[in-house]
């Protein structure tokens, strides 16, 4: 058999096989782990379940833990955007943005090599040129973060002897 100049000799179509067995049975069986592994737990009891399912529910701030109208963009507390389509409206996906970026530079954020990728993306999707500019505020904000929680130390565990 022919392939463009190659030959495939009788071993490396049956080496090939083997490959394309032995992946068709990984794939297989990792869709047989996905469907039979245990669904996760509710967090919540059945009266929490039953009014999500309603939609009684007064909804907060992913944030701050505000309670805020279901109509509003974003929170009146801390300004963080809340609403459903906040991120897909083109104006206050704007702010939305800004909210986030500016997380990086003068928030606090868990650090991670993904959540720093992240910012590094996003700011050369939003700012193109400008990105390393962003970059610099970026890494400045990290190491004051590093600074901050060298100059705490290891903080001593609690003790409940009293209880």
């Known amino acids: 058999m ?39 737990p509710d967090p919540w009891d059945e009266q929490t379940a039953a009014d999500l399912a309603e939609g ?8 701050c833990l505000t309670p805020h109208d279901a109509l509003v963009y974003f929170c009146p507390e801390c300004g963080a955007p809340v609403g459903d389509y906040t991120n897909l409206l083109p104006f206050p996906r704007l702010f939305s943005l800004g909210h986030t970026l500016r997380i990086g530079t003068s928030g606090g954020f868990k650090r991670s090599p993904l959540i720093v990728g992240g910012f590094i993306l996003l700011a050369i999707s939003e700012y193109a040129i400008f990105a390393p500019v962003y970059w610099v505020m ?13 100059s705490i130390g290891p903080q001593p565990p609690s003790s409940n002897a009293g209880s």
């Not at 970026?138 to 060298?150: G, M, P, Y």
Request: hydrophobic share 40%; with cysteine; glycine share 10%.
């Open 2 to 40: 022919i392939f463009g100049d190659q030959t495939f000799d009788p071993e490396r179509r049956g080496g090939y096989l083997v490959v394309f067995v032995l992946g068709g049975y990984c794939l297989v069986s990792l869709a047989v782990w996905l469907v039979k592994r245990p669904g996760q």
């Open 56 to 63: 009684n529910c007064t909804p907060v701030c992913h944030r």
């Open 138 to 150: 970026l890494f400045r904000n990290i190491s004051r973060q590093r600074h901050a929680e060298l």
